[in-house]
């Protein structure tokens, strides 16, 4: 009985040998030889709060991803994409990127939307010096984790800088603010929008709160209105803002408001009461892109995607394909494709002729960008004008 | 002047719900001595039910395109309102016979039934199946089958299980009960938020003075009144009513009188629920927030505080203490100091529950030693 045991563990003990043999004859092979494959991760909300922002930068990945294998790849290697969903949770984000860099051993990783799940893997490819791309999170911290942390978009300081210039080019030198205390990006939006608007001569007339989750929100309107402003900035998210401004009507609020990115989402329109409802001819900043900007770069990414998903890309797809097709074109630019060469290749690129807009990467691996105002006029938003960094001054 | 009587109207209106809501709270807690945490999410289905009922169940017409349908569309919305209330009795029903009555009780093998079913679910959702009637169908069978299936697991607990008379317990069931209606919300109804979008016609009235008022606010009000009026007449006037005032006043009496305490307990979750689904539903309809599965948790809270400031178990102090937090929230809200809303309308409870640690209107119980 013992000795039979024996044998057993020792059979399972060498098998285990045998495998981990295997596999390391495997890996020095593929090491010594040309690659056969290039892993790139990529970690998105597919599911959870979100999904609509996961679902669709995701979709532009692919297709960047695809287009450069349809080209040739990289130098003849093809490249291989590997996604991994993180459920709309930043803890969930952080466990997948781990994975990805760990057992799927990619070379860099492109993701996420939201600032707070960047923040939390970014640490992550910082520790194994792996770089991450995020198409779309706009808090500046996101790329101050680590030199190898880069995006494709702008900041939100950029952002409300745009919005404050704005303001005071339409003749709006009375503002007011309405701004989500619980939210990071809504009071920092709110703060750069103030400082900003007051170096161009205009003032802060009335600021009050609200809170993610309140049902009325007519008892602070009523106070903004007594202020008699000329126009109210609303930072926060789609979910609340077409509440707010459908109660804003209701107790005779009727100036403009304005708004920066977290307006963008096909459900702000209904949540204002549908089409020429409460928020009809309200301004909001987003990324430089729209499906009526002309460009040619522009109009064939929305042909091919239209052809592929039978849907219109949003900014958020295009964004995803940019942080996609920048990373494929440093690594086509570098010498030899280790993680070290591949940073400093993403680090220098420069003028880089995206969907979104040409790309130069700063010292702080931020990508100085146009920024559109959006207005919203029956069931879409139209363009109304568009700012870039040198037009505001930075 | 025109400023303080504006805030008085909103803080009124939003008054009036929270006391729709504690309403719920003060009669479980009168009948069992119980918090129901549950309570703020059955406001939550209230909401659901009329976001599924105006969007799919019921045929309202757009009223751009048909301004002749407003009328028909007031009716169609009434019915909205029942059958919110109608889904959340029987809800409120329900949780009270298979979470509460349980740990009264001990557990019965019909338990097990209703547990199947609750198994059943989220097999019946995530299934690939094609449109909502295969879905239900499959659901009640496979219900049928698990609840035979756990049958003799039931009843061998049954015989394990004591009758606790702990209200701990049935305070963390409430809890569970609470994260169960917000996480099954979560698997039906998403994560995404979604709006009801106007059913009835709205108009504003400025009454000279420059005060605005709208008719979803004078919905709101006269629809709770109504609906507080005809609580009042339940309780102090039906058989039903005094039976709940007797277990009030000690339960073990009342059994003893004939009272089937069960049952009138159940009648309590089923008007609690009542309630707190015409609230949900005015909500959802008249103020256009989003609809979250975990949509129920602020107002359910605030509620709670003020059936707690009003004196628990005190149908008056509810209502009071609602119109209370209402009126306080609005005058903070419209203030300098709208960050500290919350902070504020708390700070007063506490301060008001030193002075008074019944709360407004409850009755000082003196305990027999």
Request: with cysteine; charged share 15%; aromatic share 8%.
């Amino acid at each position: 009985m013992n000795s039979k045991r024996l044998t057993r563990v020792s059979g399972v003990a060498l098998a285990i040998v045998a495998c981990t043999l295997v596999g390391c004859k495997s890996v020095k092979s593929g090491a010594t030889a040309k690659p056969s494959e290039i892993v790139v991760g990529e970690y998105a909300s597919l599911t959870g709060t979100t999904a609509t922002f996961g679902t669709s930068t995701h979709r532009g990945v692919q297709m960047a991803i695809d287009d450069a294998n349809a080209a040739g790849g990289v130098n003849g290697v093809p490249l291989r994409l590997v996604t991994e969903d993180d459920a709309s949770k930043p803890d969930v984000a952080r466990t997948v990127v781990t994975r990805l860099i760990t057992q799927d051993k990619v070379i860099a990783v492109l993701g996420e939307v939201a600032s707070t799940r960047s923040m939390a893997a970014a640490p992550v490819c910082e520790q194994y010096k792996v770089p991450m791309i995020t198409p779309s999170s706009t808090n500046p911290e996101v790329t101050r984790k680590g030199e190898y942390i880069f995006r494709v978009c702008f900041t939100d300081d950029f952002q409300a800088a745009v919005v404050a210039h704005f303001a005071a080019d339409q003749g709006y030198k009375r503002a007011a603010i309405f701004k989500d205390i619980k939210n990071d990006y809504s009071v920092a939006f709110a703060a750069n929008f103030a400082a900003e608007l007051k170096k161009l001569g205009g003032q802060i007339v009335a600021e009050q709160v609200f809170q993610e989750g309140d049902t009325d929100f007519k008892a602070q309107l009523t106070s903004l209105k007594a202020a008699n402003p000329d126009a109210v900035l609303v930072p926060g998210y789609y979910s609340e803002v077409g509440t707010i401004a459908r109660q804003a009507r209701e107790v005779g609020l009727t100036v403009p408001l304005l708004g920066g990115d977290g307006w963008d989402s096909p459900r702000l329109i209904p949540g204002a009461g549908g089409p020429g409802g409460a928020l009809e001819g309200c301004f909001f900043s987003n990324h430089y892109f729209s499906t009526e900007l002309k460009e040619k770069a522009t109009q064939d990414f929305i042909a091919a995607f239209r052809k592929r998903y039978s849907t219109s890309p949003d900014a958020l797809a295009a964004l995803g394909y940019d942080a996609a097709r920048l990373l494929v074109d440093a690594m086509k630019r570098c010498p030899k494709l280790d993680a070290k060469s591949l940073r400093d290749a993403i680090a220098s690129t420069k003028d880089f002729p995206g969907v979104t807009g040409k790309i130069t990467l700063d010292m702080n691996r931020n990508a100085r960008k146009a920024a559109l105002i959006l207005q919203v006029k029956g069931d879409r938003f139209t363009v109304f004008r568009s700012y870039t960094p040198e037009q505001i001054g930075q | 002047m025109q400023a303080f009587l504006q805030q008085v109207i909103f803080g009124i209106q939003l008054g009036s719900l929270y006391a729709l809501i504690a309403l719920g709270y003060t009669l479980v807690y009168g009948v069992l001595r119980l918090i129901n945490f549950a309570h703020g999410d059955v406001f939550m289905v209230g909401a659901v039910v009329c976001y599924y009922a105006c969007t799919r169940w019921l045929p309202f017409r757009n009223l751009e395109a048909y301004p002749d349908a407003a009328l028909a569309n007031v009716g169609l919305a009434l019915g909205v309102l029942l059958l919110a209330m109608a889904v959340c009795a029987v809800l409120g029903m329900a949780i009270e016979r298979f979470a509460y009555r349980p740990l009264r009780n001990g557990l019965q093998t019909v338990d097990a039934h209703f547990w199947g079913m609750v198994a059943a679910l989220p097999v019946a959702i995530g299934a690939p199946l094609p449109g909502l009637p295969v879905r239900a169908v499959v659901w009640l069978a496979l219900g049928v089958v698990f609840g035979f299936l756990l049958r003799p697991v039931v009843s061998r607990l049954a015989r394990r299980t004591v009758r606790s008379s702990s209200r701990l317990n049935a305070l963390i069931t409430a809890i569970g009960v609470s994260f169960v209606l917000e996480y099954g919300g979560l698997l039906v109804f998403g994560a995404d938020p979604n709006f009801v979008p106007t059913v009835v016609p709205e108009r504003t009235f400025e009454i000279p003075g420059g005060i605005r008022v709208g008719t979803p606010q004078m919905a709101i009000l006269c629809i709770s009144l109504l609906l507080m009026a005809m609580l009042r007449w339940i309780v102090l006037h039906t058989r039903r009513g005094k039976a709940m005032r007797a277990i009030a006043f000690d339960i073990e009496a009342a059994k003893l009188m004939g009272i089937n305490t069960d049952s009138v307990i159940a009648f309590t979750f089923a008007l609690g629920g009542a309630l707190a689904g015409a609230g949900g539903a005015l909500v959802a309809a008249l103020t256009h927030v989003k609809i979250t599965p975990l949509f129920g948790l602020l107002p359910g809270i605030k509620a709670f505080v003020a059936a707690v400031l009003g004196g628990p178990g005190s149908i008056p102090g509810a209502v009071l203490g609602g119109l209370l937090m209402g009126l306080a929230e609005a005058f903070v809200a419209g203030s300098q100091f709208s960050a500290y809303r919350d902070a504020i309308a708390f700070c007063i409870l506490i301060i008001l529950l030193l002075a008074r640690p019944t709360g407004l209107l409850g009755q000082p119980v003196t305990e027999k030693v």
